[in-house]
């Protein structure tokens, strides 16, 4: 375009032309407004400093419709406006529920670079603090020009949530200035992250300041978990629906610290004298007692869907009991895999990965005696190492192969991996899911082995 439709240096006027292009794919709306030029086919070739990059539909959208070049400047891509633009592919799953596909990556960082800064003057404020979000349907079979767009609109993370921003940023610094940027994970923060991603990603070693050991180059992202909540939260505010989520962070204290202080008047309480503090039935019939009990003193609603924090984090929420060993009898699982949905998932943009990268927050009830009743021990937070998240990979891809190729009786057993496996979940037999074969095959999870958690989490505490 020769003459472009917006003023580059109005927040509102972009972001108003952006929404042109809601419910309609970007040509349509090229050609509406008489500036059509064609469409470009996926492969084509944009040059980004010199070099030549794939396509992507993020630099369709910048040059195609927006009218600007694509380029790696480290100012925001309207800068008059200090406004980033950033595009983030959809899914529809199974159940017709819309879904962001993957997390956003933000910007690339180098850690001698990252070292130097801080966050108030940092290059990831400067670029991101106001970010113009495209979300738009992803199809493999179409264009660029031809995907349609479903929600534009503006979106600012320090004032939606500069606490857990600034705290995150400041994670993966200190891990940096402390020579331990080989030890960055995603499981480190909440809502930003330092993401690993690309076709290089293997081959993209730096060296890093105070230390001798090479590391993974890294990108900021919003992760998964917070750019869907992004989408919903944006949804709700353009269809003028009330927001139910309450907010427990404060301006005064870390998560975990506000987790832990909402526990605190029932650690060393048991399930029955909480009950009685909380002026609740105490069912001792109920199996799921404890997890319930721990819920409702972290304010959960029955679909634990109401909490801000452990929505926008996808924070992981597990109670354990533990014996007078020290040790528990049981694994840990997860969401049944659906699988219709994991043969289309790439590792790191998949339901598993998302969720043993993600915060733990672990109740652990513990009994001194066998025939006592467990009583609230413990409040931790929890992460799985990285070096361990290979484990996990190997059980996704098995699981992944042999959805599909049909088989659906050979899965991974609690024998074949020292951290994972999959086994059913489902309330009988007759519990069954849809498969990419058309056939209906019984529910089953992922599960974390009861002999890494006793590793991992339960024999530090313990001493075992």
């Known amino acids: 375009m020769s003459d472009l439709l917006y003023n580059e240096e109005s927040i509102p006027s972009i972001v108003k032309y952006a ?166 994970s995603e499981g480190d923060t909440l809502y930003l992250g330092a993401c690993t991603k690309g076709a290089t990603k293997d081959t993209n070693w730096q060296v890093q300041p105070h230390s001798y050991i090479k590391a993974q180059g890294r990108a900021f992202c919003f992760k998964l978990g917070y750019i869907n909540h992004i989408y919903q939260i944006l949804i709700q505010r353009k269809e003028h629906r009330q927001i139910l989520e309450t907010r427990i962070l404060s301006e005064n204290e870390t998560f975990i610290e506000k987790v832990n202080s909402i526990f605190a008047p029932y650690i060393g309480k048991s399930a029955e004298e909480i009950c009685k503090m909380r002026n609740e039935n105490f069912n001792p019939a109920d199996r799921s007692r404890y997890a319930n009990i721990s819920r409702r003193i972290m304010g959960f609603n029955k679909n634990l869907t109401n909490l801000y ?43 598993f990965y998302n969720a043993i990268t993600s915060k733990f927050i672990i109740v652990l009830f513990k009994r001194d005696k066998i025939q006592e009743e467990y009583y609230l021990d413990k409040v931790i937070d929890w992460q799985v190492p990285v070096k361990d998240y290979h484990f996990f990979e190997g059980v996704w891809t098995d699981t992944k192969n042999k959805v599909a190729a049909g088989d659906y009786e050979h899965f991974m057993k609690i024998s074949d991996n020292p951290a994972s496996h999959i086994r059913p ?40």
């Open 19 to 184: 929404q042109r292009l809601e419910n309609k794919t970007i040509d349509e709306v090229n050609f509406e407004q008489s500036s059509y030029k064609g469409v470009a086919s996926p492969t084509k070739d944009y040059v980004v400093e010199g070099k030549k990059t794939k396509g992507s539909f993020g630099q369709y959208l910048e040059t195609e419709y927006f009218g600007k070049e694509a380029d790696n400047k480290s100012q925001p891509d309207f800068p008059a406006a200090k406004l980033e633009l950033k595009s983030s592919p959809l899914k529809t799953l199974s159940n017709f529920e819309v879904k962001v596909k993957e997390r956003l990556v933000l910007n690339h960082f180098t850690f001698n670079d990252l070292d130097k800064e801080v966050f108030d003057t940092s290059h990831f404020r400067l670029k991101n603090e106001n970010l113009l979000l495209v979300f738009y349907h992803y199809n493999k079979d179409r264009d660029y020009g031809k995907m349609k767009v479903q929600l534009a609109d503006l979106w600012q993370c320090l004032k939606e949530d500069e606490v857990q921003i600034r705290a995150d940023w400041q994670t993966i610094y200190n891990k940096v200035h402390d020579g331990k940027a080989h030890e960055i």
């Open 309 to 351: 924090e452990f929505n926008a984090a996808d924070i992981q929420f597990k109670t354990i009991r533990v014996e007078p060993n020290g040790k528990c009898k049981e694994s840990m699982s997860f969401k049944n895999v659906n699988y219709c949905e994991i043969v289309e998932e790439e590792w790191e943009d998949s339901y």
């Open 425 to 464: 979940k489902g309330k009988n037999n007759d519990d069954l899911m849809y498969t990419p074969q058309g056939t209906m095959e019984k529910k089953k999870c992922f599960w974390i082995n009861q002999s890494y958690i006793q590793e991992k989490i339960l024999n530090p505490i313990y001493k075992i």
